[in-house]
Structure formats: C-alpha cells, structure tokens
C-alpha cells in the first residue's frame, strides 16, 4: 500500500485537486469493470486509440472511487469528494509505480520468465515447486503486459520469500520497461535481447538454442544453461525410457570437476511439456534443491489449465471450473468473470483457503468477505480449516456454509441444494475441487463444442481496429450466436460494450433480455405476432416493407407511446426492403405517426467478399446514400446508417458510415481471406474414440455396406454423427478428422450418432481426442469438402452438443 503523498512522488504527477490526504492506495485499477474496493483504489485513466478511460471517471466516482490518474483534462469540480492527479502517460505513471514497489522489496529473489512459448505453464509449475520451502508471489493467470506485470509486482509483500513473473511483448521497445520493473529476465525477442540481461544476476536458458546461446556467451552474461545436445551446458538431459504415462530421463550435472549422473521421472510424455519441466528443474537445481527433493516435486506436478471454463451442470446451473488454484489475485479475477455472466440471477461461490498469500488471516478474509459481498455473490461454501475459523467474517452474504474438507461438502446436502443459478469453483489444488465439478456437471454424451472468450474478444478488437472511434459497431448473436451460444456470447459484448447486438428472430431477443442483457437490440425478421413483445422488451424491429409499417403503425396507436425502428432498404440484395420508389409513401406514414422514430436506415451487400462484385458493392452503396439523403431531409434529424458485413469491414474501409455489423467475422473466419492470419480461431468441435477395431479385408462398414475393406484394417468409432451437425455429405472419405495430429478419414456412412474412421495408420486408442473442425483443422478447409461455408457448419451443430466456454 501506499499514501496518496507517495504516489504523488513516485509519478511526478500535477496536484489537480485532494480531496483527502490521508487515503491509503491498496488497489491499482486499470479496468472500470474490475472495481473492487472504491475508497482504497487508484483508478488510471488510460487514453487508447478506441477506448478511453476518463469516460468512465462519472461512473466510477458514484460507485465510490476517489483516486485518479488522469492523462486529459475534466470538469473537476464534478467531483469535489475525489483526488485528481494528471500525468503525461497513466501506464507509465502505474510501471512507476510498480517499480517503486519492487524497489521496496529489492531483497526478494524474483525469476522473470520470458519467451514465444510456455511462459505461464514454467511460471505455474516453478511456482508449485518452491512452495512449502518459499512463499511465492507471481502474476495471476498470464498476466504478462505492460499493465499486467505492474498490477502482479504490486501484490508484493512482506511475507513473500520469492518471486516469479511472466512477462511478453506485444510491439518492439517495451521489453526494456518490463525490465526495470521485474528486474530480472530472459530473452523473448532475440531483437531484445540486449535489452534483457542488463540489470540480471543469472540467465538461465537452453542453449540447444543456438541464437541465444551466442548472445548470452558472447555478452560474457552470468547464466545457467540445459541441454538436451550441448555438452558444454550446465545440466544435460537424455531421454531413457518412455511410458505411457511418464518418461524416464538421465540428468548429467557439474560438481566441481567432474559430472554427476541422476535418473528423474517425468509425470509427462509430450515434448513440449518435456522441455517445460527442464527448465523448471534446472532452475530448481541451481537454487539449491536436491535431486530426490527435485523428483518428490516431479510427482505432485499436474498439468496447467489457463482458463476459466463456464460449463452447463445439473438443476439448470452453470459451473465456471477455476479449479487450478487459488490465490487472491486470480479470485479477483475469476469473480470479475462471473460477475459479468447474466444467466442467472443467483451467483454462487465454492471456495477453498488460500494458501501462501504472505498476507495476516484475519486481513486476508475481510478483504475476501468484501470481494465477493461488492461482487453480489448470494451464496458462499467455504471449504477448509481457515475458512472455518474466520467464518464469522462472511455475515453479509445471503447463504455461507462451512466445511473442514473437500469431502465433508461433498457428502453432505449442501450440494444438492443449488439449482438455477451460476456456481464459481475455485480452489487450491490439494482440496481436489475436480471431484466436486465432475458431481455437479451435466452428464453429456462425449462431445463437445469448446468456444474460446479470449478469441472472440481478440477478433472483436481486431475489426475495432480498422474503424474509426466514431464508428459504431453491431454485432450478429443470430442462430444462437453462429452456434457459439447465444447468451454467452452476448454477455461478452456487453462487458465489452459493443454499441448493439442483432438477432433475426424476437423469441431470440427476448431470451437475452430475460437473461439481464441491456444492450440495444435489432430484430432482423418480426412479425406482426411479436408486436407486444417490442416496447416491453426494448426491442427494436427492422421495417423492411409497407405492410410492415402499416401495421407496426396501427398497433402502436393503441398500445404504446414510441419505438425505435431500423428502415432496411433494397439495393440489390433482392431479398428484404423498402424500394426506393416506395420511400416517399414510407418516409409519409412516419412522419405522420407520433409512435415512431427512426434509430438507423440500412441495407444488405450481395457480394462484398468477392474483389469482382466491386462495381455492384459500389452501385449498392450509391443507392444507400441517396436514399437516406432522401430520408434525413424528410425526417429533419439524423440517424445511423450502415451497409458494410464482416467482410465489407476489410475490403471498403471508405465505407464504413456511422456503423458496421460484425458477424462471421466475430467467429473467427475473415470471409475475404485476406486477413484470416489476424484472426483466432474461436470454435472447436471435438469428440472422442469409443471404440476401436480390427477388420479383415473384403468386410464392410456401416449402414448400406458402403465402407469397403481393401486390405486389414484399423477402423475407430467416434461419438458424432449427423443428430450432432456432423453431415452425412462427410460420409465415404469425403470427411477428415484429426486424431494425434493426423488426418484420419471417414469410411462408411456418417450415423445418426456416430460416425466411423480410419484409423490404419494413425496410433491411437479408445477414449483419444478427435478434433472434427476449429483448432488445428481449418474450419474453412472443412468446410470445401463438402462444398459449403463455415456458417452453415457452425450453425448446424446441435444444441444437444454441450457448449464449454473457457477464457484465460
């Protein structure tokens, strides 16, 4: 913590206005969203290209935050019971910050992990490893930015004995700040590298990578290196033997003069988590740990999850699994998470000790009891021995109940007793919180679409960018978000604060207002039947023709004072629309309703992903614009107009208008292909081997005998067929899935519910991981095979298909 005089200091800051000078800093805040404790917090008001912080300062101020930094000049005297302090750069002022904080504790050993790969795992397992002997501080999650390792270094205390952070880069020049922050680290960027190893006491690194062995060697760098090929390194790795689940391996280290040989067993068979946990046991090894206390670690190591994980569960629940552990840090951020899910009214909370936080119990607990009462959590299980001796702390939630262990919740009836509402499990991993999902978990068949948040919110903020801050941005949530679930995915763009959401159907809209979304919303096909259900939802119909009107108009006269319409005219599309010949009788019959008014005029593009459909996309968008010249001058007031898809976003950055709306594009497929590398990958469709068997040639398979066997073969049955969205048209090796990293084909007809696979020269056994289209299998490449598009597969996934939503 720190006074608002130090802070003051620290940031070289203009006094624009204390309210008070005795308030203590316990809380740097950099997102409006993640308020947690107003009167102990330093909001930064962080001025991006697209989004800008002091626009949430009104906000803030009446949830009860006092402390700013500004980079911009505001009305003050708004605000007479807050201080303000102005700097050049509010990241800058937070890393000054933060290394003041650092520098505080310039005693504490800190391991600084950098690189393309595998940083946040190496952090987690380090981490794991030091802990009983050190109590660690680190960042939470992968929390490794210019803001995120500031707020991880500010968590520093007292207590900690060591210090592990993460830290990447996003743009060339930043790795030099990180460094004066952490003040220990390795390379990323070999471009960097100089930059890194100023201020370190030792590097340590593989010198199998021959780039960076030059550059530390040849900059005479203190360093501690492994390799699995150099026999110069400090420490050499073989591999002796493989198991299937674990490898044996032969570790050669210097004593003096002469090598030592040990034997360790690896709890992983992969080589990517196989060099991981060469780095963590040379790092170990040179701090002073032993081989035998370097191999009991080995075997409590589990592999990482980086994600929250929002699951469908039993009693109409949803589950967020946070079950790899639990510090405050990521409790803060987990609760930020559920907080912003709008599912359910009542939010719940399964929650262990926290264990080696370096801070005082009774601190610890107050400041967790005011968490997750400010976070509106309803209800809270607390598991452990020190929950239950501060359990008096937790009188401001609705429903707490407490429990010695894992399994004294689990066998009792406190875990039948939640129904309908959203449950947060978080624990640290020797409470085993595991068995608790897997009892509360919706029993499914075994496959499942995973949809990752932080790909959504990362293609978001790729089209974002190629718009101007004016421009406002709609976002398709139609056919249940493109298969990606619709609520889910709507509580996203709320929390991101998209300007408006569009369905093609009012049930749709009216599920995501009964689900606490406040966004405005577009009705792209209504009715007459959904009238009632408009203005009483705030839902806002698209006109797409006369009658349309006329009846809108005639309802409204004797139910409701006014609504919001969009007008979509007919440029070319020739499916919905208001010709232009009919405009003047539309533009008439609103200007004689009192009921009306008119939020955005608007139509379709036939052809904006196809550079040879320019002339028309061209002639479409001339047509809009006279059109709503025609109607503003009519109308006498202005309203938003938008023409342009996902793919007209890219391709006519002229014409982008008062808004865009996004769809395909949100989903991970930029329909162009001109800038699909700049996109993630948000949809998996995965499912598992249930059977595998051997079959002689001149059998067949499936129905209608239309798998031929030509010669002995491997065949695998998976657990998806045409009842989960799998076509039939995939059937007779037209289909491809992929098992192990390899492309296994279909044979025979794809089933209702399942389908069969060949599986000859491919090893793999029951109960394996089937990727069927998204990560690691081109959803568009998919798509060709059966001569269709990305949406219509996406779209045709089942609903029985459990959806398994997870960010980082």
């Known amino acids: 913590m720190l006074t608002v005089q130090q802070i003051i200091k620290i940031t070289n800051a203009s006094v624009l206005h204390i309210f008070s000078d005795d308030d203590v800093i316990h809380f740097l805040v950099t997102d409006s969203r993640k308020i947690t404790s107003g009167s102990n917090s330093l909001f930064f008001a962080i001025k991006g290209i697209r989004h800008d912080g002091h626009v949430f300062i009104d906000e803030l101020y009446k949830k009860g935050t006092r402390n700013f930094i500004i980079e911009l000049d505001i009305d003050i005297k708004k605000y007479p019971n807050a201080s303000f302090f102005k700097v050049v750069s509010a990241i800058e002022a937070l890393q000054k910050i933060a290394a003041f904080k650092r520098n505080q504790f310039d005693k504490l050993p800190v391991l600084a992990i950098t690189g393309s790969n595998a940083k946040t795992i190496i952090k987690e397992w380090i981490s794991q490893m030091l802990n009983p002997e050190y109590a660690v501080v680190k960042n939470p999650k992968s929390y490794n930015s210019q803001i995120g390792v500031p707020l991880s270094v500010w968590q520093i205390n007292e207590k900690h004995t060591f210090g592990v952070f993460e830290a990447g880069i996003s743009k060339p020049n930043e790795m030099p700040i990180l460094e004066n922050i952490i003040k220990e680290t390795r390379q990323q960027k070999i471009n960097e590298k100089l930059s890194?190893?100023?201020?370190?006491?030792?590097?340590?690194?593989?010198?199998?990578?021959?780039?960076?062995?030059?550059?530390?060697?040849?900059?005479?760098?203190?360093?501690?290196?492994?390799?699995?090929?150099?026999?110069?390194?400090?420490?050499?790795?073989?591999?002796?033997?493989?198991?299937?689940?674990?490898?044996?391996?032969?570790?050669?280290?210097?004593?003096?003069?002469?090598?030592?040989?040990?034997?360790?067993?690896?709890?992983?068979?992969?080589?990517?988590?196989?060099?991981?946990?060469?780095?963590?046991?040379?790092?170990?090894?040179?701090?002073?740990?032993?081989?035998?206390?370097?191999?009991?670690?080995?075997?409590?190591?589990?592999?990482?999850?980086?994600?929250?994980?929002?699951?469908?569960?039993?009693?109409?629940?949803?589950?967020?699994?946070?079950?790899?552990?639990?510090?405050?840090?990521?409790?803060?951020?987990?609760?930020?998470?559920?907080?912003?899910?709008?599912?359910?009214?009542?939010?719940?909370?399964?929650?262990?000790?926290?264990?080696?936080?370096?801070?005082?119990?009774?601190?610890?607990?107050?400041?967790?009891?005011?968490?997750?009462?400010?976070?509106?959590?309803?209800?809270?299980?607390?598991?452990?021995?020190?929950?239950?001796?501060?359990?008096?702390?937790?009188?401001?939630?609705?429903?707490?109940?407490?429990?010695?262990?894992?399994?004294?919740?689990?066998?009792?009836?406190?875990?039948?007793?939640?129904?309908?509402?959203?449950?947060?499990?978080?624990?640290?991993?020797?409470?085993?919180?595991?068995?608790?999902?897997?009892?509360?978990?919706?029993?499914?068949?075994?496959?499942?679409?995973?949809?990752?948040?932080?790909?959504?919110?990362?293609?978001?903020?790729?089209?974002?960018?190629?718009?101007?801050?004016?421009?406002?941005?709609?976002?398709?949530?139609?056919?249940?978000?493109?298969?990606?679930?619709?609520?889910?995915?709507?509580?996203?763009?709320?929390?991101?604060?998209?300007?408006y959401l569009a369905v093609a159907y009012t049930d749709e809209a009216v599920e995501l207002r009964q689900a606490g979304i406040v966004l405005p919303i577009m009705i792209m096909n209504t009715t007459e039947e959904d009238f009632e259900f408009l203005a009483k939802n705030k839902l806002e119909p698209v006109i797409y023709s006369i009658d349309l009107l006329k009846k809108l108009i005639y309802y409204l006269e004797y139910n409701y004072e006014n609504l919001p319409i969009h007008i979509e005219l007919e440029t070319g599309m020739n499916r919905l629309g208001i010709a232009e010949a009919e405009l003047p009788e539309a533009i008439d019959m609103i200007l004689k309703s009192d009921k009306i008014s008119v939020s955005s005029v608007f139509s379709h593009l036939a052809g904006a992903d196809d550079a040879q459909f320019e002339d028309y996309t061209l002639k479409q968008y001339g047509i809009l614009m006279r059109c709503t010249a025609y109607i503003e001058n009519k109308l006498k007031y202005k309203f938003l107009r938008h023409i342009l898809n996902s793919a007209g976003i890219v391709r006519y950055p002229d014409l982008h208008l008062d808004m865009v709306r996004l769809g395909i594009g949100l989903y991970g497929i930029e329909a162009n292909g001109q800038e699909q590398n700049a996109l993630m990958n948000v949809s998996t469709l995965k499912t598992t081997i249930s059977q595998i068997k051997k079959i002689k040639k001149g059998e067949s398979i499936g129905y209608s005998r239309k798998g031929k066997i030509s010669k002995e073969s491997t065949i695998g049955t998976i657990a998806i067929g045409y009842g989960d969205g799998y076509s039939r048209s995939f059937s007779n090796g037209i289909g491809k899935v992929l098992i192990n990293n390899k492309l296994a084909p279909v044979i025979g007809n794809v089933c209702m519910d399942m389908t069969m696979i060949d599986l000859t020269e491919i090893e793999a056994k029951e109960g394996d991981e089937v990727i069927v289209f998204g990560k690691g299998l081109n959803t568009t490449e998919i798509a060709k095979l059966i001569n269709t598009i990305p949406y219509e597969l996406f779209t045709g996934i089942s609903e029985r298909v459990k959806r398994v939503f997870f960010a980082e």
């Open 196 to 499: 890194l190893f100023e201020h370190t006491k030792c590097v340590f690194y593989c010198a199998d990578h021959l780039d960076i062995d030059f550059a530390v060697k040849n900059n005479q760098l203190t360093s501690f290196s492994w390799s699995k090929e150099n026999k110069e390194a400090d420490v050499n790795f073989s591999i002796l033997t493989i198991s299937e689940s674990s490898v044996k391996v032969q570790m050669l280290t210097h004593v003096e003069s002469h090598k030592v040989s040990s034997e360790l067993d690896l709890p992983f068979t992969d080589l990517a988590s196989l060099e991981n946990l060469f780095h963590c046991i040379s790092f170990l090894y040179y701090v002073g740990f032993d081989v035998d206390s370097i191999q009991r670690k080995l075997q409590l190591i589990k592999p990482v999850s980086m994600r929250l994980e929002l699951k469908q569960a039993k009693k109409g629940c949803y589950i967020i699994d946070d079950t790899y552990n639990n510090d405050l840090a990521g409790l803060t951020i987990a609760l930020d998470f559920i907080a912003h899910q709008h599912q359910k009214q009542k939010k719940s909370v399964i929650l262990s000790d926290l264990l080696e936080t370096g801070l005082d119990s009774d601190v610890l607990y107050m400041v967790i009891a005011e968490t997750l009462s400010k976070k509106g959590i309803t209800k809270l299980i607390g598991i452990g021995k020190n929950f239950v001796s501060h359990s008096h702390y937790f009188n401001t939630i609705d429903s707490v109940s407490f429990f010695d262990s894992t399994s004294d919740f689990i066998n009792s009836e406190a875990l039948e007793k939640f129904s309908d509402e959203i449950v947060l499990i978080k624990g640290a991993r020797i409470f085993e919180f595991e068995k608790i999902v897997k009892r509360m978990e919706q029993k499914s068949h075994r496959t499942v679409l995973e949809i990752n948040l932080d790909a959504l919110s990362h293609n978001l903020n790729f089209y974002k960018s190629k718009l101007l801050p004016t421009t406002k941005i709609m976002v398709m949530v139609k056919s249940f978000a493109y298969g990606a679930g619709s609520l889910e995915v709507a509580n996203l763009l709320q929390f991101h604060r998209v300007d």
